[in-house]
């Protein structure tokens, strides 16, 4: 069993709906959870960087920590296309040493 | 620069060959990571540089990888007698004390 678990997709969507991406992980140790954004032929880019269990939100996008069920999501709200791409969770036991990723969850939201 | 930067970007190379990927981390940034993306799957953890300390290189695949970082900032990975399993995109990071990590845009080795 993997560490982290995401679902692969392809998920695709309508333009402004709202989208739920999730990752399930199995080591308690975990404290610093992150998303990223991966668009084709480009590396991630870090969307949303949260520390234990609550919520965060940044414009569109809001992430969802719940560490007694050990599952994570984020959220984007109001849907664009420019929001088509490969969606990757992310996570590590400290601040400052190496993630461990989910493998990503493909995105399209049709115009 | 403002940001990771990586070359090659693309390489192609037979098999048997050695490479080297270079990656130029963002100016001040302590910590430097190589992680690998193979189709379908999620990033795979190489190894990891920060500051003086040692690397950890728990995530090397096999005594054909190393990898250096001279003066605390540009890091080279090099692959001896590359295989076609190689094949991937090889992605670099860098990152301050704290947050989260800075990708470069990666190199994309092809062994043929």
């Known amino acids: 069993q993997k560490e982290v678990e995401q679902d692969p997709g392809p998920l695709s969507v309508p333009e402004g709906a709202i989208v739920s991406l999730n990752c399930t992980y199995s080591?308690?140790?975990?404290?610093?959870f992150m998303w990223y954004r991966q668009y084709s032929r480009k590396g991630p880019e870090l969307l949303m960087y949260?520390?234990?269990?609550g919520n965060k939100e940044d414009g569109r996008f809001t992430a969802q920590v719940d560490k007694s069920s050990k599952y994570i999501s984020l959220f984007i709200r109001d849907s664009q296309p420019s929001d088509s791409a490969t969606y990757l969770c992310?996570?590590?036991?400290?601040?400052?040493?190496?993630?461990?990723f989910g493998t990503g969850t493909r995105l399209t939201i049709i115009p | 620069g403002a940001g990771v930067s990586q070359s090659p970007s693309n390489k192609v190379t037979e098999k048997g060959k050695d490479v080297e990927l270079r990656c130029d981390p963002i100016?001040?940034?302590?910590?430097l990571y190589w992680y690998r993306q193979s189709l379908g799957q999620g990033l795979e953890f190489l190894i990891y540089?920060?500051?003086?300390?040692?690397?950890?290189k728990s995530g090397l695949p096999s005594d054909r990888f190393s990898a250096e970082r001279t003066g605390g900032s540009v890091s080279t990975l090099t692959i001896q007698r590359t295989q076609q399993e190689d094949s991937a995109v090889y992605l670099c990071?860098?990152?301050?004390?704290?947050?989260?990590?800075?990708f470069g845009s990666g190199t994309r080795l092809t062994v043929v």
């Open positions: 990071a860098s990152s301050p004390d704290a947050g989260g990590y800075t």
């Open positions: 080591n308690s140790a975990f404290q610093y």
């Open positions: 949260t520390y234990s269990s």
């Open positions: 992310a996570m590590s036991a400290r601040g400052n040493e190496k993630l461990t």
């Open positions: 100016s001040g940034h302590t910590a």
């Open positions: 540089f920060q500051g003086n300390s040692a690397p950890d």
